[in-house]
C-alpha cells in the first residue's frame, strides 16, 4: 500500500523559511516523479512543483518560482520542499503527491498524502 | 496557463439519480484530463485518468467521457457516500484543475 506522509508545517512569519518533507513507502520510490499540490483554506487545488524520478526535470508553478524548491533523495525514499520568502498566499495544506506513470512525469496525481497545513501570518 | 471550467459549482442530487459534471478546457488537451473526488477533511483520491479510465477499486458506477476541451464526469446512480467535491484537472501542460463541484444529498 502506498503511503505518503508530510511533515514540516507550521507557522510562519511572512519572508521567512519553511522545509517540508513527505516520506514515502509501498512503492519504488525512485521509479517516479512526484509533486507538491496545495489547497488554501476553503478553496481548491493548486499544483506547486514536480520532480522527475532522477531530478533531471523539475518545474514550477509562476506563483512559487524562484522562492520554492523542490529535491529529492531516494536512498531515503523522501521528497523535499525548501519555501523560501514566504507570503501571507502560501497558507495552505501541503500534500506530497506520487505520479502515476513509470519514469515519466506527467501530473497525473495517483496517491496523496495528508497534508501537512502551512500557515504564513504576522 | 490552460484554464479549466467545471459546472455546476455545486449540485445537489437525490439517491439513485443520475449526475454529470462538465469540464472545459481553454485550449486543446487531447485526453489528458483526470478526475478527483474530495471528501471533506481528507486528500483528494484520483477517479478517472486520461478522461475515461477508472482507476482500479474505483466502483463502476463513475465513469468520464470526452477529448480535446470538452469533458463529462458522471454518476450513473448517486450513494450517499458520493457527498463530495469532485475536481478535474488537465495535464497536458503545466497542471491545473477546474474550481470544484460540491455534490450535496437532497
Known amino acids: 500500500e502506498v503511503q505518503l506522509v508530510e511533515s514540516g508545517g507550521g507557522l510562519a512569519r511572512p519572508g521567512r523559511s519553511l522545509r517540508l518533507s513527505c516520506a514515502a513507502s509501498?512503492?519504488?520510490?525512485?521509479?517516479?516523479?512526484m509533486h507538491w499540490v496545495r489547497q488554501a483554506p476553503g478553496k481548491g487545488l493548486e499544483w506547486v512543483s514536480g520532480?522527475?524520478?532522477?531530478?533531471?526535470?523539475?518545474r514550477y508553478a509562476d506563483s512559487v518560482k524562484g522562492r520554492f524548491t523542490i529535491s529529492r533523495d531516494n536512498a531515503k525514499d523522501s521528497l523535499y520542499l525548501q519555501m523560501n520568502s514566504l507570503r501571507a498566499e502560501d497558507t495552505a495544506l501541503y500534500y506530497c503527491?506520487?505520479?502515476?506513470?513509470?519514469?515519466?512525469?506527467?501530473?497525473?496525481?495517483?496517491?496523496w498524502g495528508q497534508g501537512t497545513l502551512v500557515t504564513v501570518s504576522s | 496557463d490552460i484554464q479549466m471550467t467545471q459546472s455546476p459549482s455545486s449540485l445537489s442530487a437525490s439517491v439513485g439519480d443520475r449526475v454529470t459534471i462538465t469540464c472545459q478546457a481553454s485550449?486543446?488537451?487531447?485526453?489528458?484530463l483526470n478526475w478527483y473526488q474530495q471528501k471533506p477533511g481528507r486528500a483528494p483520491k484520483l477517479l478517472i485518468y486520461d478522461a475515461s479510465n477508472l482507476k482500479t477499486g474505483v466502483p463502476s458506477r463513475f465513469s468520464g467521457s470526452g477529448s480535446g476541451t470538452d469533458f463529462t464526469f458522471t454518476i450513473s446512480s448517486l450513494q450517499p457516500e458520493d457527498i463530495a467535491t469532485y475536481y478535474c484537472q488537465q495535464y497536458d501542460h503545466f497542471p491545473t484543475f477546474g474550481q470544484g463541484t460540491r455534490l450535496e444529498i437532497k
Open positions: 503527491t506520487k505520479d502515476g506513470r513509470y519514469h515519466d512525469s506527467t501530473g497525473l496525481f495517483d496517491n
Open positions: 520532480i522527475s524520478w532522477n531530478s533531471g526535470s523539475i
Open positions: 509501498g512503492f519504488t520510490f525512485e521509479d517516479y516523479a
Open positions: 485550449q486543446d488537451i487531447d485526453n489528458y
